[in-house]
T-cell receptor
Framework: QVQLQESGPGLVKPSETLSLTCTVSGGSISGYYWSWIRQPAGKGLEWIGRIYSSGSTTYNPSLKSRVSMSIDTSKNQFSLKLSSVTAADTAVYFCARDMTYAFDYWGQGTLITVSS | EIVLTQSPATLSLSPGERATLSCRASQSVSSYLAWYQQKPGQAPRLLIYDASNRATGIPARFSGSGSGTDFTLTISSLEPEDFAVYYC?????????FGQGTKLEIK
């Protein structure tokens, strides 16, 4: 059973860079796409972008100028960096396996609050 | 980007009743539509992909239909654990987008 676990700071100051890591267990990270999705409190879901195990990326145009993703297949981890954050970036951030047809495995999510 | 509009926003039904949830796309997404269930404090759970294919382990009471711009998720007979928020999501173009959700609540 594939499991995903997000890890990150919880609190980020405005204008700084949010950094999150997703650790995959129970299966290999290689040969798959992996996505980041976020959800502000009480609101809907927003796809941030995805990365293939080769390092190839696709980002949501609405966030593309601030987003960077990377992957470390030796550690079975992939990461998200979101720069110049504001209060509007406060949300629960999920990592998920992206099978192209759908997101089939999800992490439990981690709340990131942007506040000074 | 493609906008997905779900209706109704809230659906109040009783256990044992049939639930019909709608998702309408602003342009054709072919059959490239998925449905997810989300309970409070949990991650979404994949139910249906490519409009009508049940994901692994999903009970047969969940079914999906539609193509083009109009899609339906049907729950044939509601169980107590089915009361949750449901989202549709397309994979037709970039970026992937989700609907705003339908809350299925107990009447």
């Amino acid at each position: 059973q594939v499991q995903l676990q997000e890890s990150g700071p919880g609190l980020v100051k405005p204008s700084e860079t949010l950094s999150l890591t997703c650790t995959v267990s129970g299966g290999s990270i290689s040969g798959y796409y992996w996505s980041w999705i976020r959800q502000p409190a009480g609101k809907g879901l927003e796809w941030i972008g995805r990365i293939y195990s080769s390092g190839s990326t696709t980002y949501n145009p609405s966030l593309k100028s601030r987003v960077s993703m990377s992957i470390d297949t030796s550690k079975n981890q992939f990461s998200l960096k979101l720069s110049s954050v504001t209060a509007a970036d406060t949300a629960v951030y999920f990592c998920a396996r992206d099978m192209t047809y759908a997101f089939d495995y999800w992490g439990q999510g981690t709340l990131i609050t942007v506040s000074s | 980007e493609i906008v997905l509009t779900q209706s109704p926003a809230t659906l109040s039904l009783s256990p044992g009743e049939r639930a019909t949830l709608s998702c309408r796309a602003s342009q054709s997404v072919s059959s490239y539509l998925a449905w997810y269930q989300q309970k409070p404090g949990q991650a979404p759970r994949l139910l249906i992909y490519d409009a009508s294919n049940r994901a692994t382990g999903i009970p047969a009471r969940f079914s999906g239909s539609g193509s083009g711009t109009d899609f339906t998720l049907t729950i044939s007979s509601l169980e107590p654990e089915d009361f949750a928020v449901y989202y549709c999501q397309h994979r037709s173009t970039w970026p992937r987008t989700f609907g705003q959700g339908t809350k299925l609540e107990i009447k």
